[in-house]
């Protein structure tokens, strides 16, 4: 009987630990089973890749074996970042695509991410996916074939053509030995950069940090060596490439949601009173940063797949996470492409003629906390937090709900949220000052702790 946890099948992808969770036979049915998802009538072939991870290339193999053992014929990417077979889907015309990747999560994880059409599978339809891969599947008469398939080159003449580089950067980029560097590094100089490498060699271990570039302190290494580079940026990459982390030529991490700000005042100007949405955990900077360039903003709820429907439904020419996915559908097909992302930022640095410090010198400073996670059971986290709009609004407090629960007072905001990928709950909070952030934090922690254990 083939082991199908359900626990692993997320609301944005399938995520678990290495042969616990997956193994083999287990991306062989699910190969077999996606196929099932599939308009009647599609022939066209799919998109499939993986990432760095030590057991990807065998997850990623069985896979294929499983497409295939149902008729359906398959474009091998090979090792590529998770955004290069988004971009296949669009660019050669497939029927969507899966990568093998648990994107940043520890190295003993692994899991898989989807898109039917042009679309990204999430929520129901993740769970569709669970329930087909119940029932044993039956096989085709015809084998699909399994041709390899080179998307490098096809992005690069994309990406070069469409976005010149108006005068040469210097640049460091951290892959955290995921797949993104032996894309980006070939790129950027192509453009005329001069790139200075770090942790770009592929290695599912990654020994030299977690590849996590919202966190901080898997950033230091690239802090130090864009300092001494006298670099104008450092850009860091996480374990498949839809994620971005930026350095300042002063050595200070830009947040993603003031990233998504600079990107955004800059489209603004080219494409007045356009559709801008960022996610519940964004600062308030953001959103007033736009309305005052002259874009719409909307704070929807977090998750790579949620923004793209929203983009689709508001025709949003950009948009961006707290997590660093930023979303393109100027000039781009509207999907999170960190290296793409990359590039539109050295545009704006190169335009201005500015360092990338000063894009935000005229942004108010405020005090702010990163992401917090908290360990929480997935059998609960959902329930605290409905527990938790209760009794604040029971308190009082003006609450944004489309995402967890955002406190909202006159110039403070807090946020508590259950995490889509992980046993956890997410908090974030900002205020114009420290004695006002450690009020509205102490506020929601304490109420937390009064829950008792909830791991």
């Excluded at 991306?27 to 998802?37: E, K, M, P």
Aim: proline share 5%; hydrophobic share 40%; glycine share 8%.
């Amino acid at each position: 009987m083939l082991h199908i946890p359900h626990h692993i099948f997320r609301e944005y992808d399938i995520r678990g630990i290495a042969y616990q969770d997956i193994d083999e036979a287990f991306a062989y049915r699910l190969g077999q089973s996606f196929t099932r998802l599939l308009p009647e009538g599609e022939t066209r072939p799919m998109s499939v890749a993986h990432d760095a991870r030590l057991s990807s290339p065998a997850f990623h193999q069985a896979l294929i074996e499983g497409v295939n053992s149902m008729g359906v014929d398959v474009l091998n990417l090979g090792m590529m970042p998770s955004p290069l077979a988004y971009f296949s889907v669009f660019h050669c015309q497939t029927s969507g695509c899966i990568v093998t990747t648990a994107s940043h999560n520890p190295s003993p994880y692994n899991g898989f991410k989807f898109m039917l059409g042009k679309d990204s599978l999430h929520g129901e339809s993740i769970q569709k996916l669970y329930q087909i891969m119940q029932q044993a599947p039956i096989k085709s008469n015809i084998i699909g074939k399994n041709t390899p398939f080179e998307i490098q080159a096809l992005y690069e003449t994309f990406v070069r053509e469409s976005c010149l580089i108006s005068r040469p950067l210097k640049v460091v980029i951290d892959a955290g030995n995921g797949p993104s560097g032996i894309v980006a590094a070939p790129l950027f100089r192509k453009m005329g950069c001069e790139v200075t490498e770090l942790y770009c060699q592929p290695d599912g271990r990654f020994p030299n940090h977690h590849p996590d570039p919202s966190v901080e302190e898997n950033l230091q290494d690239l802090k130090i060596k864009v300092l001494e580079e006298h670099a104008d940026l450092g850009i860091a990459f996480d374990g498949d490439g839809d994620r971005i982390g930026i350095i300042d030529e002063q050595g200070n991490m830009i947040w993603n949601d003031l990233l998504l700000l600079i990107l955004a005042k800059y489209l603004l100007k080219k494409h007045p009173q356009s559709t801008i949405i960022s996610e519940i955990k964004s600062s308030y900077l953001l959103y007033d940063g736009i309305h005052q360039a002259g874009g719409k903003a909307i704070m929807w709820r977090t998750g790579h797949s949620p923004i793209k429907e929203k983009m689709k439904e508001t025709g949003a020419k950009l948009a961006g996470e707290m997590s660093g996915h930023i979303f393109y559908a100027d000039q781009y097909d509207g999907f999170d492409d960190a290296i793409y992302a990359g590039v539109r930022l050295m545009q704006i640095i190169a335009d201005s003629m500015q360092p990338l410090s000063f894009q935000l010198h005229d942004i108010p400073k405020t005090a702010s906390t990163p992401e917090i996670r908290i360990p929480c059971s997935d059998d609960k986290k959902f329930k605290l937090v409905e527990l938790a709009k209760v009794y604040f609004r029971q308190q009082g407090y003006d609450i944004i709900d489309i995402d967890g629960m955002r406190i909202q007072t006159d110039d403070s905001w807090g946020l508590l949220r259950a995490s889509n990928t992980q046993a956890a709950l997410t908090l974030r909070f900002e205020a114009p000052n420290i004695e006002k952030l450690q009020h509205i934090q102490a506020l929601i922690e304490a109420w937390i702790r009064d829950q008792g254990d909830i791991s």
